[in-house]
């Protein structure tokens, strides 16, 4: 069964013109503290407060009503998935030695470095519109907010 969010961002996408599919995943070997805390460092701590953060601005931008009620309610769960993801980087932390959270850090300043260069491109002006993108200056401004905010 696939979570509420999920089914609702499908319809959307092919009401839009998209065809969603779901995606196979592949199981994951165990993995030390330190791999997991650089994983969540980089997706949960900085993309999935980014992504909160995205979806809210498009929740207050996005001309069609039907987007905004969805990125409303993405904007709650992606912000939920960053508090926990912030909650285990605090705890990772707390266990790791001085190198390993050196190695934590640097992966997150990764992500960061990253995640700024892919959200300098211009979207297309539909999209802006129609799903509430943030324009490049506008994707800027919240970002370095973020970042001001949350290190």
Request: with cysteine; charged share 30%.
């Given at each position: ?42 997706e949960?701590c ?16 996005a001309?069609?009503?039907a ?73 800027a ?11």
């Amino acid at each position: 069964m696939l979570p509420r969010y999920l089914s609702v961002t499908a319809r959307l996408a092919r009401r839009h013109g998209g065809r969603p599919r779901r995606e196979a995943t592949a199981r994951v070997p165990t993995r030390s503290l330190e791999a997991i805390a650089s994983e969540n460092a980089a997706e949960g701590c900085v993309r999935e407060t980014w992504g909160a953060l995205f979806a809210a601005f498009q929740a207050e931008r996005a001309s069609d009503p039907a987007l905004r009620r969805a990125f409303a309610r993405i904007a709650g769960d992606e912000a939920r998935h960053a508090a926990l993801s912030w909650r285990l980087h605090r705890w990772a932390l707390g266990r790791l030695g001085v190198e390993g959270r050196a190695r934590v850090e640097a992966a997150r300043e990764g992500a960061i470095a990253k995640l700024r260069a892919e959200i300098a491109c211009e979207p297309p002006p539909a999209l802006a519109e129609i799903a509430g993108v943030p324009r490049a200056h506008e994707a800027a401004r919240l970002f370095d907010a973020m970042i001001a905010a949350v290190g």
